[in-house]
């Protein structure tokens, strides 16, 4: 049992490393409340994520219009 838990709780860190590394790469250093990204909790970081790359979209160009 203590392999399959060391097993889940790298799988989940991995995932909260990458997550953090992309929203490292947008240059996002804090959340929205104005916290360090290095402290968020995985489901905060893909929250940040999703805004960071809303705000990445231009959406004055004709590829991202909706209509």
Known sequence: MGRLYD???TQN??????VL???KELEVAHSQQGQPI???DYGELKYELILA???EN???S???KWF
């Open 7 to 9: 097993a889940v709780q």
């Open 13 to 18: 860190q991995m995932k909260r490393n990458f």
């Open 21 to 23: 590394d992309r929203l």
């Open 38 to 40: 290095e402290l968020l």
């Open 53 to 55: 790359a809303y705000r």
């Open 58 to 60: 231009d959406a004055t």
């Open 62 to 64: 004709d590829a991202n």
